[in-house]
């Protein structure tokens, strides 16, 4: 091969120069960048397409998260115990569930029997919120079933016992100081008429008007039913229950709205 149909690069102005390549003679480094761009773009190839369905379940979807317990309970009862009792206001959204309290580690049992009287289960309390747009994915018969939840609640613990405790000594020491205090004293009370507008304005909002809401609310009495995941599974992936989702646009256009 001539001196000029090298590629070389020059001692004196340090140019890089191209004469008269020859395709044969191209090292293998360079003659495979084309084939490494391809390989790259094969690197993560689709190996299977599996259809998507917007389904709907029989009855609402409620989904309760438990932000007090770990991300990975498993079977184990101890961490994650079965529910006794379930109550729901329907209005207020508000669910509560009792539960048997771990008595082995963590707990007073002279304490508890002496000041609420006994504790035997823990009542977890939370207020669903309504969203749009949030989804549960079940995955059966190589398919995707997306069911549309209605609203999400947190589970906190609700410490009844300790309410219910202080009112019973609230009670209690009441009469006693009813008794304590010998003949009656006479009183001043001042009385105030409101106008027609002030009456009809209402004295409580935000949180104050949802907690009167709930406390006023009758309460749904629950059963809480463990094992039925298999029935209604069967119910939300019949093909009355689905719809077959496609996509309306190419790969391009998502990626571009992506993006």
Known sequence: MSHTDQ?????????????????DEIPVGLASLE?????????????KEI????????FALHLLQYPNKPKKTGQNRVLHPPVTQARYKQKSNLWQLDMPLNTDVFYD?????????SVAQQTVKGVGVYNEGLYAGLFADDQIYLLPVDAVAQMRP?????????????ETRNPQQQNGNGAKKAQVVTMSVKSSSEANQPRL???????????EEETLELTWVEGTFQSF????????????????GGAQEYVERAM
Do not use: C
């Open 7 to 23: 590629l070389f690069v020059a001692e004196e102005d340090d140019d890089i120069m191209m004469k008269n390549v020859d395709t």
């Open 35 to 47: 084939d490494e761009k391809s390989a790259k773009n094969d690197e993560d190839p689709i190996v």
């Open 51 to 58: 259809p998507l369905n917007l389904s709907q379940a029989p």
């Open 109 to 117: 049992k002279n304490r508890a029997e002496d000041e609420w009287d």
């Open 158 to 170: 609700y410490f009844t016992y300790i309410d219910g405790g202080s009112h019973t000594r609230e």
């Open 205 to 215: 909002g935000g949180s104050l008007l949802a907690h009167k809401v709930a406390d």
């Open 233 to 248: 599974k069967e119910s939300v992936t019949t093909e009355k229950a689905r719809t077959p989702l496609k996509a309306s």
